[in-house]
């Protein structure tokens, strides 16, 4: 089981920008796929942002695509997610999440249930 603890979210106004970082911790993760997702009040989890830890696979949503970036730090075992151009629809709590595989299909991760491995959450809020 690999550990995750987001941090960094906030209240931001529109147009702002912000970085969520997740710590992650425990067994062996270098093959793991780690992926942020969020839900807003009312709505489903849905897909963010994915990549594979040892690089070479990478995803986004097309509501995300072009604003934010997933990136990490081996060093410190983190993995950051940088939002850019937020916009009120942003609003949700985001979450880490780790996968040992993921189900692609039209280019992005579909399968929420492939991510066993989840942080408590961070709530991001965008005024507008």
């Known amino acids: 089981q690999v550990q995750l603890v987001e941090s960094g979210g906030g209240l931001v106004q529109a147009g702002g920008s912000l970085i969520l970082s997740c710590a992650v911790s425990?067994?062996?993760?270098?093959?793991?796929?780690m992926g942020w997702f969020r839900q807003a009040p009312g709505k489903e989890r849905e897909f963010v942002t994915a990549?594979?830890?040892?690089?070479?696979?990478?995803y986004y949503a097309d509501s995300v695509k072009g604003r934010f970036t997933i990136s990490r730090d081996y060093a410190k075992n983190t993995v950051y997610l940088q939002m850019t151009s937020l916009k009120p629809e942003d609003t949700a709590v985001y979450y880490c999440?780790?996968?040992?595989?993921?189900?692609?299909?039209?280019?992005?991760?579909?399968?929420?249930?492939?991510?066993?491995?989840w942080g408590q959450g961070t709530q991001v809020t965008v005024s507008s």
């Open positions: 425990g067994r062996t993760f270098s093959s793991y796929y």
């Open positions: 999440a780790a996968a040992r595989w993921v189900t692609i299909r039209n280019g992005v991760p579909v399968r929420i249930a492939d991510f066993d491995s």
């Open positions: 990549f594979r830890w040892s690089g070479g696979y990478e």
